[in-house]
């Protein structure tokens, strides 16, 4: 990765309303930030890269948070351009060598942090994604997870910034000092922090969730503190789910959460539309830690099965499983996501939650995404058995994997099936073109070695 070390991210947050700010659009607020700036620090090369940053010198101004600021501080029309130039020129400030000063329209911003390192108390770790690595710089950013890096942040009062090269040498300190002051200021305004667990809606279900979702911008990074994660495995128990769809949000539970597949789904969803998106990915944490969830691992969470699950203890508390179909035919699905599969053809399996059926028919065109199959209710001869581990078996026409030359006439994966259900979904998924072949699909779920339930369809 590239080693720029001067950049400067200045992030301003702010919350109420003002009129004429708001009648600017993002596009034409950036172009009259550049007007001003230009104007007002001829000397400094200012261009917008887009109208979501202005980039000037060795500076990175965020627009959308400086046009939140001019519209929550509720600042007036002659009032907008002299916010601007000041906290434009704070980040020139800071862009020199301590001592150093700039005129802006005949004053003078000196270059902050000349003292003995006055902003020790502000330091905050954060996790950013990977790509602020280049805008940071290597030195500046040290590795958590896949994806997702650790930074120190400084949280002034009116305004957010990264700490930099330039910061280390102004305060004559080192990275780690750094570190173990962000740690230490983190945990103490934490202190308070008060993390409980609650039970799914149905409270027959079994596991726990909890989530951290402080307001003051460190809500996931709050994972890096000890006592944060002691407290989540007291809660949750060992190797318990997590992840940090963005970083105002963190969320954790158990291993044996019924809700798995909705929670993973949410997680990507969540990633995908809120502000400060960190990762879509689940992980594995403990008190020591934590680490990206193995494939094996996440197909625990899509089957509701436990990482401690034993498939013979519980399989023995179910006798005589018996399954009655409630409704075949199409389906109109959400996909929750895909994990690896070996023993299907595609190589993974398309998760889904939420289902609703569209047609009851046997008869399946030969179309990309159509969702098929049955829906079907578990009974148990003693029925205090939660779940019933069963195994989805799918005879259908020779299918060819373009990406890995394998060829299958057979395709099977596992699953829980909850004997208070009545609508538990077995079927296929045409995602892939092709897995579109005409012909017989039969589709199987078999507790043990006796098929409980089964269906065929023609594919046309």
């Not at 950013?128 to 040290?142: A, C, F, R, T």
């Not at 994806?147 to 009116?158: F, N, R, V």
């Not at 307001?215 to 495995?233: E, F, M, T």
């Not at 969320?251 to 879509?280: C, G, T």
Request: hydrophobic share 40%; proline share 5%; glycine share 4%.
């Amino acid at each position: 990765m590239p080693k720029i070390s001067t950049t400067l991210f200045i992030f301003l947050f702010f919350t109420a309303v003002n009129a004429f700010a708001i009648k600017m659009n993002l596009e034409d607020f950036a172009q009259h930030v550049e007007k001003v700036i230009q104007k007002s620090f001829p000397e400094w090369d200012c261009h917008l890269q887009d109208s979501s940053a202005l980039i000037c010198g060795n500076a990175t101004i965020g627009i959308e948070n400086l046009r939140r600021r001019t519209i929550e501080i509720k600042a007036e029309e002659n009032a907008i351009d002299d916010i601007i130039i000041q906290h434009v020129g704070l980040a020139k400030a800071h862009s020199l060598q301590p001592g150093e000063r700039v005129p802006v329209n005949n004053r003078n911003v000196t270059t902050a942090g000349t003292e003995a390192w006055p902003d020790a108390e502000l330091l905050r770790p954060q996790l950013v994604p990977i790509e602020y690595s280049k805008h940071l710089g290597d030195n500046n950013v040290s590795e958590f997870l896949p994806g997702i890096l650790i930074a120190w942040a400084i949280d002034y009062p009116d305004r957010y910034e990264f700490v930099l090269d330039n910061h280390i040498q102004q305060w004559s300190v080192t990275r780690d000092s750094v570190r173990d002051k962000a740690l230490h200021n983190l945990e103490k305004i934490s202190a308070q922090l008060n993390i409980q667990a609650q039970r799914p809606k149905d409270p027959s279900l079994p596991g726990k969730w909890l989530s951290i979702a402080v307001n003051d911008g460190y809500a996931a990074a709050r994972i890096l503190l000890p006592s944060v994660r002691k407290r989540i495995v007291e809660l949750l128990g060992d190797n318990y789910f997590i992840a940090f769809p963005n970083r105002d949000f963190l969320i954790a539970w158990s291993n044996d959460f019924a809700n798995h597949m909705e929670y993973m789904a949410q997680v990507e969803k969540d990633f995908k539309s809120r502000h400060h998106p960190l990762s879509p990915e689940i992980f594995i944490g403990n008190a020591q830690g934590v680490r990206k969830a193995s494939a094996s691992e996440l197909t625990a969470v899509i089957t509701s099965k436990p990482l401690s699950y034993k498939s013979d203890s519980a399989q023995a508390k179910c006798k005589k499983p018996k399954a009655q179909i409630a409704d075949y035919g199409i389906y109109k699905a959400i996909e929750g996501g895909r994990v690896e599969a070996e023993d299907v053809t595609t190589g993974y399996n398309t998760t889904i939650y939420g289902k609703e059926l569209v047609k009851k028919t046997t008869n399946i065109p030969a179309k990309l995404g159509i969702n098929f199959g049955f829906r079907y209710a578990l009974q148990c001869e003693n029925m205090d058995a939660a779940t019933v581990p069963v195994t989805i078996r799918v005879f259908h026409p020779k299918m060819r994997n373009p990406l890995t030359d394998k060829e299958s006439t057979e395709s099977f994966w596992t699953d829980n099936a909850w004997t208070d259900r009545t609508n538990i979904h077995s079927g296929w998924v045409f995602a892939e073109p092709w897995e579109i072949v005409q012909g017989k699909f039969h589709i199987q779920v078999l507790a043990g070695d006796d098929i409980i339930a089964e269906k065929e369809f023609t594919v046309e």
